[in-house]
């Protein structure tokens, strides 16, 4: 490519004729387009200036807007509710330089506040009931797809996979629309129903087409205690997953999904070990 090909003569609004555009620039309109005409009012709510951080807050600016309600530290969660934009978290000296928007500005609060408002509780139960039924299958198009996966899938991908399944549509939820949960308990029934139905689903798989002919006490270990460890486990991702929806709605700003992530880490380690000790006992002779 020549010097030439850059001259600032070969700029587009200097030609004679109109500019064509990449076909990549208008497959992205059409796609900002459909996504704005889907929720204008969450677009532009998503993209108030009062959703972004301050570039830099001088002592002046610390001391005209001390944070007067509760807004946590992205890092450790502290309520930074008291101290000044700028200061670091006295828990755990991280600098956020985001702040809670002013009252009745547009931004992320006042939208999901709106809507929060208008969404009636049919919709909402009706969320919670599809959750509940979906939420279990999705888990086991997941298990179905790492069960051929020899020992890592069944104690390692498989563990993983069906945690992060089982909670993804109610994830998924709270993340785009945290307004179709008006309590916590909700979200828990929503959580803990998609385990027991993956757990249902599992079982009649398993009982009757990989081992028709299972004794009795493997019946039963597979409805009590197999049936506990999913719901248990899918249970403790489901402390987290409520963190992060109880943050949101207390302090109107978007979900962040980081403080989930120990609590599924946790979930997947317990289903892990869990898998690995039944492997061994199987190897042993144990008969379940």
């Known amino acids: 490519?020549?010097?030439?090909?850059?001259?600032?003569?070969n700029e587009p609004h200097l030609q004679a004729h109109p500019a064509q555009p990449d076909p990549s620039e208008t497959a992205a309109e059409k796609t900002l387009r459909h996504a704005t005409n889907r929720d204008p009012a969450q677009e532009a709510a998503r993209h108030s200036v009062f959703n972004e951080p301050m570039v830099r807050p001088t002592a002046a600016d610390s001391a005209r807007t001390p944070i007067d309600r509760d807004w946590s530290c992205p890092t450790c969660s502290y309520n930074l509710r008291g101290t000044h934009l700028g200061d670091p978290c006295p828990e755990c000296g991280h600098t956020s330089l985001y702040q809670p928007p002013p009252l009745g500005e547009t931004s992320y609060g006042t939208w999901l506040n709106e809507k929060r408002r208008n969404t009636p509780a049919t919709t909402i139960w009706s969320t919670v009931v599809f959750i509940a039924l979906a939420g279990g299958v999705w888990a086991v198009v997941g298990a179905l797809l790492t069960a051929h996966l020899g020992i890592w899938g069944i104690v390692l991908i498989g563990p993983i996979t069906e945690e992060v399944m089982k909670i993804a549509i109610v994830t998924g939820t709270i993340e785009t629309h945290p307004y179709l949960f008006r309590k916590p308990s909700q979200i828990w029934i929503a959580a803990i129903c998609s385990a027991a139905v993956f757990a249902?689903?599992?079982?009649?798989?398993?009982?009757?087409?990989?081992?028709?002919?299972?004794?009795?006490?493997?019946?039963?270990?597979?409805?009590?205690?197999?049936?506990?460890?999913?719901?248990?486990?899918?249970?403790?991702?489901?402390?987290?997953?409520?963190?992060?929806?109880?943050?949101?709605?207390?302090?109107?700003?978007?979900?962040?999904?980081?403080?989930?992530?120990?609590?599924?880490?946790?979930?997947?380690?317990?289903?892990?070990?869990?898998?690995?000790?039944?492997?061994?006992?199987?190897?042993?002779?144990?008969?379940?």
């Open 1 to 9: 490519m020549s010097d030439h090909d850059h001259s600032i003569e």
């Open 200 to 288: 249902i689903i599992e079982n009649v798989l398993y009982l009757n087409y990989y081992f028709p002919e299972a004794s009795s006490a493997l019946v039963h270990w597979r409805w009590t205690i197999c049936s506990s460890l999913h719901i248990g486990c899918t249970a403790i991702a489901t402390v987290g997953i409520t963190k992060v929806w109880s943050r949101s709605i207390n302090e109107m700003r978007e979900p962040n999904l980081a403080p989930a992530g120990p609590w599924l880490i946790a979930a997947a380690a317990v289903h892990g070990i869990y898998n690995a000790s039944a492997v061994f006992m199987a190897a042993a002779g144990f008969d379940f």
